[in-house]
Every structure is written in structure tokens, then in C-alpha cells.
């Protein structure tokens, strides 16, 4: 059975094992110990007994718009719904905050499609999205990521 539960401090060397290949691929943007840590409530995990399976995190920029980010399964169990359930996980806590927007910068067009997220221009992402995190991929500023969004 794998539950889907939030992080803790003790989470982070595992998450940081997990999303290396990741990091490294520009896949995903790296967050050091401290930045995790910070943000430690953000995060969903999904685990089967001890081991982690994947994680992802609900950001908000705005009293009314969040981000899905940072989400990974483990590559030998992707393709059985971890990576969807996390993002419904995340997409009820937006919810119960009372976000009314959810984005997403991604290479998984269809995987978010399929959970109701729409392709809109990154130039309607709020503007300190691009100078705070995208500032720091390697790919910076030609980035082949799609920008969508979910209303809540």
C-alpha cells in the first residue's frame, strides 16, 4: 500500500537521492538542504513502508495562484498513477487553502492534461516566478518548458 503523507526534516537526504538524476538532467531545478527545509510543508510524499517513492510540492506566488513543482517518481514505478495521485494531493490542499489557480512549468504536457491543466503563454506567469526559480536552471533563458494551468 503506498500512502501519500507530508514530508519531514528527516525526509530530505532521500528526497535529494531521489531527483538528483533529475537535477542533473535539467529536468527538475535543484533546491539545496536549507531550501527544502524552508519549504518542508509543501511537500507530499509517496511512500510504500519505508522506502520513497516520489514527492512533489505545492508553491504559492499569490494569495490566489500555486505551483505544482518539483514533482518525481522513483523511474521503476512511474506509469502507476504515484505521479497523478500526488498531484490530486497537492491539488486538495490548494483547494483547502482556497487558491483559485494552479500552474505548473513542465516537459509532461499530457501527464497534467490529463488532470485537467490548460497550455498558457509563460508570459502570463507572474513575473518573479521567471527571476526567482527559472533564473537558476541551466537551460535559462531558452527554456523548451510548457507552462499550464488548473482552475480550481
Not at 498513477?81 to 482556497?98: Q, T, W, Y
Not at 497550455?119 to 502570463?124: F, Q, W
Request: hydrophobic share 45%; net charge positive; aromatic share 8%.
Amino acid at each position: 500500500m503506498i500512502n501519500y503523507v507530508g514530508a519531514t526534516l528527516e525526509d530530505i537526504k532521500k528526497m535529494q537521492l531521489l531527483v538528483a538524476p533529475e537535477v542533473q538532467n535539467g529536468i527538475i531545478l535543484a533546491r539545496n538542504d536549507d531550501e527544502i527545509a524552508t519549504n518542508i510543508r509543501s511537500y507530499i510524499l509517496a511512500k510504500r513502508q519505508n522506502e520513497l517513492l516520489g514527492f512533489g510540492a505545492l508553491h504559492f506566488h499569490t494569495n490566489k495562484l500555486g505551483e505544482v513543482r518539483s514533482l518525481i517518481v522513483l523511474s521503476e514505478v512511474r506509469g502507476e498513477g504515484i505521479g497523478k495521485n500526488i498531484v490530486i494531493e497537492l491539488l486538495k490542499s490548494a483547494k483547502e487553502l482556497k487558491a483559485k489557480k494552479v500552474f505548473t512549468l513542465t516537459y509532461k504536457r499530457e501527464f497534467f492534461e490529463k488532470l485537467g491543466f490548460n497550455e498558457i503563454s509563460k508570459e502570463d506567469l507572474p513575473a518573479h516566478k521567471i527571476w526567482a526559480d527559472c533564473i537558476k536552471c541551466k537551460f535559462f533563458p531558452i527554456c523548451d518548458e510548457i507552462a499550464l494551468i488548473r482552475t480550481i
